[in-house]
């Protein structure tokens, strides 16, 4: 396990709140129990933190034909529907809810070339909000693998996710399960695969990034 990258800043942060708190207390000589809730308060704050900012160390293993999953979380939508960004016709629709508890990692579903790559500013409705794949900021990436086959996936942006990381730009070579960004702070990341894709979750499943497997070609 380690501490991800992208929360230096904001581990930097809480120390300086936590330090600045409890120096306060301790200059104006706050009651024993005041003090004990901002210690207890500080470290609620720090193990959240923490927590939020985790990547645990895995041992992916690239399967050709195989569909990783991209995120650790929930699958809350599994359907046949008309994607109108960059394929404009219809696709099956994977979308995983990243609840604060989980790993905020975002890894590649498949190896390939990134062939497409969009970044759209937009709302912060709730991630399970129907229309925060589309009215929500996000990211567009679409990876075509060696056999020509075309997968689309997108970060979006939550009530709470105010900040979206890619690491990863149009003609890139991407390997599955590598990391290809990070959401902070409760979202949802969107699949859009070919139909007669075979899909191996269902509704309601949890799923782990870069261990479970979403479908097969």
Same mark, same amino acid.
């Given at each position: 396990?380690?501490?991800?990258?992208?929360?230096?800043?904001?581990?930097?942060?809480?120390?300086?709140?936590?330090?600045?708190?409890?120096?306060?207390?301790?200059?104006?000589?706050?009651?024993? @129990?005041?003090?004990? /809730?901002?210690?207890?308060?500080?470290?609620?704050?720090?193990?959240? %933190? #923490?927590? +939020? $900012?985790?990547?645990?160390?895995?041992?992916?293993?690239?399967?050709?034909?195989?569909?990783?999953?991209?995120?650790?979380?929930?699958?809350?939508?599994?359907?046949?529907?008309?994607?109108?960004?960059?394929?404009?016709?219809?696709?099956?629709?994977?979308?995983? @809810?990243?609840?604060? /508890?989980?790993?905020?990692?975002?890894?590649?579903?498949?190896?390939? %070339? #990134?062939? +497409? $790559?969009?970044?759209?500013?937009?709302?912060?409705?709730?991630?399970?909000?129907?229309?925060?794949?589309?009215?929500?900021?996000?990211?567009?990436?679409?990876?075509?693998?060696?056999?020509?086959?075309?997968?689309?996936?997108?970060?979006?942006?939550?009530?709470?996710?105010?900040?979206?990381?890619?690491?990863?730009?149009?003609?890139?070579?991407?390997?599955?399960?590598?990391? +290809?960004?990070?959401?902070?702070?409760?979202?949802?990341?969107?699949?859009?695969?070919?139909?007669?894709?075979?899909?191996?979750?269902?509704?309601?499943?949890?799923?782990?990034?870069?261990?479970?497997?979403?479908?097969?070609?």
């Amino acid at each position: 396990m380690k501490f991800h990258k992208e929360g230096y800043t904001s581990l930097a942060i809480t120390v300086l709140v936590i330090f600045i708190a409890n120096a306060v207390a301790d200059y104006y000589d706050a009651p024993q @129990f005041i003090k004990w /809730i901002i210690y207890i308060l500080s470290g609620f704050l720090f193990i959240t %933190i #923490v927590q +939020f $900012f985790r990547s645990p160390t895995k041992k992916i293993v690239a399967q050709e034909g195989t569909i990783l999953c991209p995120a650790d979380g929930k699958v809350v939508v599994i359907e046949e529907t008309v994607e109108t960004e960059y394929f404009h016709d219809k696709r099956i629709q994977v979308s995983i @809810f990243m609840s604060p /508890i989980n790993v905020h990692v975002n890894r590649n579903p498949i190896s390939g %070339i #990134v062939s +497409f $790559f969009k970044y759209h500013p937009g709302k912060f409705l709730v991630a399970w909000h129907p229309k925060s794949s589309t009215d929500n900021e996000r990211t567009t990436v679409v990876v075509k693998n060696a056999q020509g086959v075309e997968v689309l996936f997108r970060q979006i942006a939550g009530a709470l996710a105010r900040r979206i990381v890619w690491y990863v730009k149009e003609n890139d070579n991407v390997t599955q399960g590598s990391e +290809f960004g990070f959401i902070k702070f409760g979202s949802r990341v969107d699949l859009f695969l070919p139909l007669g894709t075979q899909i191996n979750v269902n509704i309601g499943d949890k799923v782990v990034g870069g261990k479970t497997i979403i479908g097969k070609f």
